[in-house]
């Protein structure tokens, strides 16, 4: 097949997992699941669970096996938030994330790090690691979006 000379993008998804804990006065105490990246780019440093789609993969079917491939985590109600595409968001080269939230209310939920994440852990919201990539951009616009702060 001849490709036209085009090169494009890859196509990621990350997964935006919130816990509503019940918080001081009736308030809320949201955490973020992340994590701990075992390869480069960005090893050792905290990113939001994620990577890339399969060739003749949904996104939708990739952000819940990437969660849980890194993560442990499944059966997250997932819906899209908004997609990422800045082409110096990764090192890698251009890559485009449809970014997905899913949220849950109640105690925090165990994971475990696998595959390519060597932890997983859950964060207080306001109490956030520096991240990889844009994740923290991604973030802020979850946080602002859902009027978490």
Do not use: C, K
């Not at 390869?39 to 905290?46: D, H, K, L, Q, V």
């Not at 991240?131 to 991604?138: G, K, S, V, Y």
Request: glycine share 14%; hydrophobic share 40%; charged share 25%.
């Amino acid at each position: 097949m001849n490709d036209g000379g085009f090169r494009n993008p890859a196509l990621t998804v990350d997964g935006v997992v919130l816990v509503h804990r019940p918080g001081p006065g009736g308030g809320r105490d949201p955490h973020v699941l992340l994590i701990e990246r075992g390869g480069e780019p960005f090893a050792g440093r905290w990113a939001l669970p994620g990577g890339f789609v399969d060739y003749g993969e949904d996104p939708d079917r990739a952000v819940a096996r990437e969660v849980a491939e890194e993560t442990g985590l499944e059966d997250v109600p997932w819906r899209q938030f908004h997609v990422f595409g800045d082409p110096d968001r990764d090192p890698r080269g251009h890559t485009v994330s449809v970014v997905y939230v899913g949220e849950l209310v109640g105690e925090l939920p165990p994971v475990t790090g696998a595959d390519d994440a060597t932890r997983a852990r859950w964060f207080a919201i306001d109490a956030l690691p520096p991240l990889a990539f844009d994740h923290d951009r991604i973030l802020g616009r979850i946080v602002a979006g859902l009027g978490l702060r």
